[in-house]
């Protein structure tokens, strides 16, 4: 069932948060917080959706085409490595909410959408006195949703880390903590060091939405068959149910569609992370039936013809990849120096670019993801809080005098955890 024409109505008068009624007063575009995402998701049960990484504009329009045509809520969102100051991406954290909203005003998009700042990474305690001044800048531009990525550093710093960042968040908006830096099969999280960072949010009042583990995937291209770790995921998701946080997956392209029904049935996670897949289905690359991109005897992708970009187009990518020494996984730098280019092709090639991704994305959201007909229960949340706040999960639990900066250092000594390899793990 569709929203109802006067509960959408009265969703874009209450649900839309300040920085969007600012930006865009006079928009049809319900763009809400992260959070009415995740409650539509908790409302159906055993479902997530996807938090679709718009690398390029054409893979946004497909996005939110896919979510109208299923009837779903949807994650539009950009990582820091992709669009942040330094991006290898045109879609960046500062115009990414002004693509979502000219989008849906133009396609008619009336599901709840969110724009998330995937993976905000802070690599050292140094990188903290900077993001207090740029995470404001996010939220200026129309953000609705952050992902806090201090996994990088020991436990006790992850966790001060997300402390000292959360006064610069607003409290109406999504929020996602990391545990685990995502290195495929080495440096799994456990349910300890999981617990530590929720329970610590907790004692001093941050509830987070969701939290994304190292659970046995890779961003990027996953080129071995190990995935993601249903088992471990759904465990550690029980340990913390008290704490209603939802599950984030990552690194979800390349992982079969059996195993994604698992995690969407089996745990508790609301929020699928795809990027690698809609980039490649976009360019018209062949792929399997999740999205991993195939590879002919020489380990070169393979186009598939009339589909994606031009012949001619493809043919230039791949010179110009050539000149710069990318290979595989690093094709994504050619997003940035081909935007333009790609968007200046005929409306016909354009068009089938974008319905490429819209099929892809239907598919995964109705026959694997189980998020069909969620908009009207992301409405419904919105409706039920009278608000863009749909406030906190759970009030808080822990005792703060536990958890004071000397006893987090305390407790993380006592943690055994095993962070894998050192290395550059970002995509």
């Known amino acids: 069932m569709s929203v109802d024409q006067a509960d959408f109505n009265k969703a874009l008068q209450v649900g839309r948060p300040p920085n969007i009624v600012k930006l865009f007063p006079n928009?049809?575009?319900?763009?809400?917080?992260?959070?009415?995402?995740?409650?539509?998701?908790?409302?159906?049960?055993?479902?997530?959706?996807?938090?679709?990484?718009?690398?390029?504009?054409?893979?946004?329009?497909?996005?939110?085409?896919?979510?109208?045509?299923?009837?779903?809520?949807?994650?539009?969102?950009i990582a820091r490595s992709e669009?942040?100051?330094?991006?290898?991406?045109?879609?960046?954290?500062?115009?990414?909410?002004?693509?979502?909203?000219?989008?849906?005003?133009?396609?008619?998009?009336?599901?709840?959408?969110?724009?998330?700042?995937?993976?905000?990474?802070?690599?050292?305690?140094?990188?903290?006195?900077?993001?207090?001044?740029?995470?404001?800048?996010?939220?200026?531009?129309?953000?609705?949703?952050?992902?806090?990525?201090?996994?990088?550093?020991?436990?006790?710093?992850?966790?001060?880390?997300?402390?000292?960042?959360?006064?610069?968040?607003?409290?109406?908006?999504?929020?996602?903590?990391?545990?685990?830096?995502?290195?495929?099969?080495?440096?799994?999280?456990?349910?300890?060091?999981?617990?530590?960072?929720?329970q610590g949010l907790n004692a001093h009042g941050i509830s987070a939405d969701w939290i994304a583990l190292n659970n046995g995937t890779t961003h990027g291209i996953e080129a071995s068959g190990q995935?993601?770790?249903?088992?471990?995921?759904?465990?550690?998701?029980?340990?913390?149910?008290?704490?209603?946080?939802?599950?984030?997956?990552?690194?979800?392209?390349?992982?079969?569609?059996?195993r994604l029904r698992e995690i969407a049935s089996k745990t508790n996670t609301t929020k699928a992370n795809v990027a690698?897949?809609?980039?490649?289905?976009?360019?018209?690359?062949?792929?399997?039936?999740?999205?991993?991109?195939?590879?002919?005897?020489?380990?070169?992708?393979?186009?598939?013809?009339?589909?994606?970009?031009?012949?001619?187009?493809?043919?230039?990518?791949?010179?110009?990849?050539?000149?710069?020494?990318w290979k595989g996984g690093n094709f994504k730098k050619l997003n940035l120096p081909f935007e333009n280019k790609l968007l200046g092709q005929s409306r016909e090639v354009r068009e089938r670019m974008s319905r490429r991704v819209e099929d892809f994305i239907y598919n995964m959201l109705v026959t694997v993801f189980n998020a069909e007909d969620t908009a009207p229960l992301g409405v419904e949340e919105i409706l039920k809080a009278n608000s863009f706040d749909l406030g906190a999960k759970v009030d808080r639990i822990e005792d703060p005098a536990e958890w004071t900066e000397e006893k987090i250092i305390e407790r993380a000594g006592t943690l055994i955890t095993d962070k894998g390899p050192e290395g550059d793990f970002d995509d």
Not at 40 to 63: C, D, E, F, P
Request: with cysteine.
């Open 227 to 258: 995935g993601i770790q249903v088992g471990l995921t759904a465990e550690i998701h029980s340990h913390l149910a008290q704490y209603k946080v939802s599950g984030a997956q990552h690194g979800t392209s390349g992982n079969s569609s059996d």
């Open 83 to 198: 669009g942040g100051a330094n991006a290898y991406c045109p879609v960046n954290y500062w115009n990414i909410a002004r693509q979502v909203d000219a989008l849906c005003n133009e396609l008619n998009i009336t599901v709840p959408v969110a724009i998330h700042a995937d993976h905000y990474g802070i690599k050292k305690e140094d990188d903290i006195p900077f993001a207090k001044q740029e995470i404001p800048t996010l939220f200026d531009a129309g953000i609705t949703s952050i992902a806090i990525d201090a996994s990088h550093m020991p436990d006790d710093k992850n966790l001060l880390a997300n402390i000292a960042l959360n006064p610069f968040i607003p409290k109406w908006a999504g929020l996602e903590s990391e545990v685990g830096e995502i290195k495929g099969s080495q440096g799994l999280s456990t349910v300890e060091d999981a617990l530590f960072l929720i």
């Open 276 to 325: 690698t897949a809609l980039q490649m289905i976009s360019w018209g690359l062949k792929v399997n039936d999740y999205g991993n991109a195939i590879l002919d005897d020489a380990g070169n992708f393979i186009k598939v013809l009339n589909e994606g970009v031009s012949e001619e187009m493809w043919r230039e990518m791949i010179a110009y990849a050539e000149a710069q020494g």
């Open 27 to 77: 928009s049809r575009a319900l763009i809400v917080s992260g959070k009415a995402i995740d409650r539509a998701m908790t409302s159906k049960g055993k479902a997530m959706t996807m938090a679709a990484n718009g690398r390029n504009h054409l893979v946004i329009r497909g996005a939110l085409m896919a979510a109208q045509h299923a009837n779903a809520v949807i994650i539009i969102e």
